[in-house]
């Protein structure tokens, strides 16, 4: 069936590092969102990627759609301890209209 | 605050009871989903509703059922309750487009004893 691989699982990150997840699909998606959620709370929608090769900034987030729409990733620059939480992605195709999501990547600021 | 109220917040249970988790979602949307996430896991899609009607089945076990009635909130109902049904279930809530973002509730927190 359609996945969305999540990696990595886990990364740890001094504050002050950057911080990627990458996102990966067996299919050609329509559009790609990005959620967070933060420990103990609910995901959060951040964006929404539809274009190919789209790259999209909030801050010090940064939003990639591969040319292909068949990968993403957020990118981080000078993590702070607001950042920690879980980062989801969820895909949609054009023949499947549920949102595959990937398994996450959760964000630890090392102390 | 997302708009999506769920209750209850916590509930305690025990193995083989029967549940039901309330849903109402943001004025005007008109799509319910129902997730569910393990401690530390992944959201694992169970159902979704548009207008009263199920849209979409996900990994939903036969002892779980959900509906959407006329005023769009939404109930899941877990019966035979196993002690790995203990779990965070989120209910969320769209407008129903193809495109649509999703907005969380603050889920409801199972544990089954």
């Known amino acids: 069936g359609q996945q969305v691989m999540q990696i990595p699982q886990y990364q740890h990150v001094q504050e002050g590092e950057d911080f990627t997840t990458y996102c990966n699909s067996s299919t050609t998606l329509s559009n790609i969102q990005w959620y967070k959620q933060r420990p103990g709370g609910h995901p959060v929608f951040l964006i929404q990627l539809v274009k190919s090769g789209e790259v999209k900034k909030q801050k010090r987030l940064t939003f990639q759609f591969g040319e292909a729409k068949k990968n993403s990733s957020l990118h981080i620059t000078a993590t702070q301890t607001t950042d920690v939480g879980t980062y989801f992605c969820a895909g949609r195709t054009d023949s499947n209209y549920q949102l595959i999501w990937g398994a996450g990547t959760k964000l630890i600021i090392k102390p | 605050d997302s708009g999506v109220t769920q209750t209850p917040k916590h509930l305690i249970t025990a193995t083989g009871q029967r549940v039901t988790l309330r849903c109402s979602p943001r004025s005007g949307d008109l799509s319910v989903y129902w997730y569910q996430q393990s401690l530390d896991q992944g959201l694992q899609f169970l159902i979704q509703?548009?207008?009263?009607?199920?849209?979409a089945k996900g990994n939903i076990l036969e002892r779980f059922s959900a509906q959407q009635f006329p005023d769009l909130h939404s109930e899941l109902n877990l019966s035979s309750l196993e002690l790995g049904d203990s779990a965070l279930y989120f209910c969320a809530s769209s407008v129903g487009g193809a495109k649509e973002k999703l907005f969380f509730g603050s889920g409801t927190q199972l544990s089954v004893l």
């Open positions: 509703y548009y207008n009263g009607e199920e849209r």
